[in-house]
């Protein structure tokens, strides 16, 4: 992963955020640890899950198929 160094500190770049971005140990460490890598990264808050809203005929359906 590629670091840049700014006047307020090192950012991560992303590759693609449709992708899957790998960083390696040193990156984490340069961003000054964990913590401060998951804030930059935005790793630190929730996940917003969607809404399921299915009939119970659709959950039956869903059950005898095994999805």
Excluded: R
Aim: positive net charge; charged residues 35%; glycine residues 8%.
């Amino acid at each position: 992963m590629e670091t840049t160094k700014t006047k307020k500190g090192l950012v991560i770049k992303k590759i693609n955020p449709k992708a899957w971005n790998i960083y390696k140990p040193k990156d984490i460490v340069a961003v000054g640890g964990i913590e401060k890598f998951s804030q930059l990264i935005g790793n630190d808050k929730e996940i917003e899950l969607p809404k399921f809203d299915f009939t119970e005929q659709e959950w039956e359906e869903m059950l005898k198929k095994g999805i």
